[in-house]
Nanobody
């Protein structure tokens, strides 16, 4: 019902910046809380950031606070993740996800997922 497509990944040096985009189709995302997760090889998928339906409330993993910013443009049906001061440990495949319910926003049990976009940070 909701298709999510991430873009904007790539190779960047430590300390650099990158902006990821998540374009949604099929349904308006205004009724969904949106999140970003990431997964590195051999590790579990982990929560990165999330944003409320209105875009007013934002949530971040401790590891990215002060460096990453999540935002949304409901008119464009798009969610963004601005990543600054990137570190090698940020290297991972980044996934966009949406959830309808008002449960644990940090949970991986979101309703819809994109295919991911690779972010690689060199030291």
């Amino acid at each position: 019902q909701v298709q999510l497509v991430e873009s904007g990944g790539g190779l960047v040096e430590a300390g650099g910046s990158l902006r990821l985009s998540c374009a949604a189709s099929g349904r308006t995302i205004s009724n969904f809380r949106m999140g970003w997760f990431r997964q590195a090889p051999g590790k579990e998928r982990e929560f990165v950031a999330a944003v409320s339906r209105s875009g007013v409330t934002r949530y971040y993993a401790e590891s990215v606070k002060g460096r990453f910013t999540i935002s949304r443009d409901n008119a464009k049906n798009t969610v963004y993740l601005q990543m600054n001061s990137l570190k090698p440990e940020d290297t991972a495949n980044y996934y966009c996800a949406s959830t309808f319910d008002n449960g644990n926003i940090y949970s991986r049990n979101y309703d819809y997922w994109g295919q991911g976009t690779q972010v690689t940070v060199s030291s």
